[in-house]
C-alpha cells in the first residue's frame, strides 16, 4: 500500500511522540543480512571469548570448561580445587604475608577446608591413608623397627 504525501504527513504527525515508527511513500523490503546465521560461527567467537577472559583471570581449562559445556560433579570438583590450590591459595599466602607485616601478626592463612570441593580430595586421602596403613602392618609383621613405625604413623595422620 502506497501513502500519499497528505497520509504520510499526517501517520508522521500522529506517531511524533515515543514511537520509532515512520510512515514512508512506498513497501519497504526488508532483508536479512545472513540467510544462514550458523556461519558467522557465533558459537565458536563466544568460547573462545570466554576461554581468553577466564585465562585472564588465571582459570585453568578444566574450570572453563565446566562453564562452557557442563561436566561430573567429580571433574568439577577436581577443576575446582586445582584452581584454588594453584590460583588462589599463592595469591592468599601472598596477602596474608603482607597483613602479617602491616598488622604485626603471624600464622595468618586463607583456607578453603570448609568448602564442598575439598570433599573429593578428602575421600581420596582416606582412601591413600589406609593403604598407607596397610603397607605399615605389613612392614611391621617384616620386622621394621618400632621408631621407624611411630615415625611413619606420625606421617600419615600429621602428628
Same mark, same amino acid.
Given at each position: 500500500? /502506497?501513502? *500519499?504525501?497528505?497520509? %504520510? #504527513? ?7 511522540? /515515543?514511537? @520509532?515508527? +515512520? ?6 523490503? !526488508? $532483508? ?6 550458523? *556461519?558467522?560461527?557465533? &558459537?565458536? =567467537?563466544? !568460547? /573462545?571469548? +570466554?576461554? !581468553? ?12 570448561? +565446566? =562453564?562452557?559445556?557442563? *561436566? ?9 580445587? =586445582?584452581?584454588? $590450590? ?7 599466602? %601472598? ?8 598488622? &604485626? ?16 580430595? #578428602?575421600?581420596?586421602?582416606?582412601? /591413600?591413608?589406609?593403604?598407607?596403613? $596397610?603397607?605399615?602392618?605389613?612392614? %611391621? #609383621? ?7 613405625? %611411630?615415625? @611413619?604413623?606420625?606421617? !600419615?595422620?600429621?602428628?
Amino acid at each position: 500500500m /502506497n501513502f *500519499s504525501e497528505a497520509e %504520510q #504527513q499526517s501517520l508522521n504527525g500522529q506517531l511524533r511522540g /515515543n514511537k @520509532q515508527v +515512520i510512515g514512508l511513500k512506498s513497501k519497504v523490503a !526488508i $532483508d536479512r543480512f545472513v540467510s544462514d546465521l550458523s *556461519s558467522l560461527k557465533l &558459537d565458536e =567467537a563466544v !568460547i /573462545n571469548s +570466554i576461554h !581468553i577472559i577466564g585465562m585472564m583471570y588465571g582459570l585453568n581449562k578444566d574450570v572453563i570448561s +565446566i =562453564a562452557i559445556k557442563g *561436566s561430573t560433579y567429580e571433574n568439577k570438583e577436581k577443576a575446582f580445587g =586445582a584452581f584454588i $590450590d594453584y590460583t588462589l591459595t599463592p595469591m592468599s599466602r %601472598q596477602m596474608c604475608d603482607l597483613f602479617e607485616t602491616l598488622f &604485626d601478626k603471624e600464622d595468618l592463612r586463607g583456607s578453603w577446608e570448609d568448602m564442598p570441593f575439598n570433599q573429593v580430595f #578428602q575421600v581420596e586421602k582416606v582412601a /591413600n591413608d589406609s593403604i598407607k596403613l $596397610d603397607n605399615l602392618i605389613k612392614a %611391621q #609383621q617384616l620386622g621394621l623397627d618400632e621408631k621407624e613405625v %611411630q615415625k @611413619q604413623l606420625n606421617m !600419615i595422620f600429621g602428628t
